[in-house]
């Protein structure tokens, strides 16, 4: 079965991965593969001068898409990409590749399982973690049994940065979001988008495979480990709350 693929990236203030050939990994990677694919690089509003570099770049590439948004935040990145997506499946992965964009041959084998959700994991049997800082790995622990506590159970990593929807049903969870919405922001923020898109996909009883992936650390300054735990936590009781 031949795969029909949309990848939404969404990009902040990119200029240290940019720099770093983030971009051009994928490139390399797609020219390999028989998927049918199309590329969508969302900006969120960066400041460094990331976003011009990365259109120009995009410009040059056979089915890449360059979309501008205001800041807004990660969900309302990838919110924009999955609307412009053209295929039936749409992978978002993070610019960093931290998931290497090849691990997407282990997601792909579910979609023709009947899978309308198939999302990495960095936390279940055969996954791969490296370089993780002790406290980044700590965090990750808290949130997830935060979220198993307070959200819903059986989702053992829910904010690994690649997950494939099938598309149609992408855009409905993001249309259902309650929590994330459009709004101005201030700082980068990823927030616990995901644990809201998949809160709403277990209470409609969407079938989810969630899949060891091998991820590898990529140090960022972007995470405020006080201010953004407390907001993620406050959201996650928000998820709650609003249902």
């Not at 992936?213 to 201010?227: A, D, F, G, K, L």
Request: glycine share 4%; aromatic share 12%; charged share 25%.
């Amino acid at each position: 079965m031949k795969i029909s693929l949309s990848i939404v990236i969404p990009s902040f203030n990119e200029s240290a991965n940019f720099k770093t050939n983030k971009l051009q990994q994928i490139v390399d990677y797609l020219r390999q593969n028989r998927l049918d694919w199309e590329v969508i690089i969302v900006d969120d509003g960066s400041t460094d001068g990331s976003n011009q570099a990365i259109r120009q770049f995009a410009a040059q590439q056979a089915n890449w898409r360059f979309i501008q948004n205001q800041h807004q935040g990660k969900a309302m990145a990838i919110m924009t990409g999955i609307f412009a997506a053209k295929n039936k499946f749409t992978l978002f992965t993070d610019f960093d590749q931290a998931t290497p964009i090849s691990e997407v041959e282990k997601l792909l084998p579910f979609l023709t399982k009947d899978y309308q959700i198939v999302i990495g994991s960095r936390e279940i049997k055969g996954a791969l973690r490296q370089k993780e800082p002790l406290y980044r790995h700590l965090m990750g622990k808290v949130f997830n049994l935060l979220v198993q506590l307070v959200a819903f159970r059986g989702i053992h990593d829910t904010q690994c940065g690649f997950k494939i929807f099938q598309t149609q049903t992408g855009r409905e969870l993001f249309n259902s979001l309650r929590v994330y919405r459009p709004r101005p922001e201030k700082h980068a923020f990823t927030g616990a988008f995901d644990v809201e898109l998949l809160f709403i996909a277990c209470k409609r009883k969407i079938k989810i495979a969630e899949v060891p992936i091998s991820w590898s650390h990529e140090p960022t300054t972007r995470v405020n480990p006080i201010r953004d735990s407390v907001r993620m936590f406050w959201h996650v009781l928000k998820i709650r709350l609003y249902d």
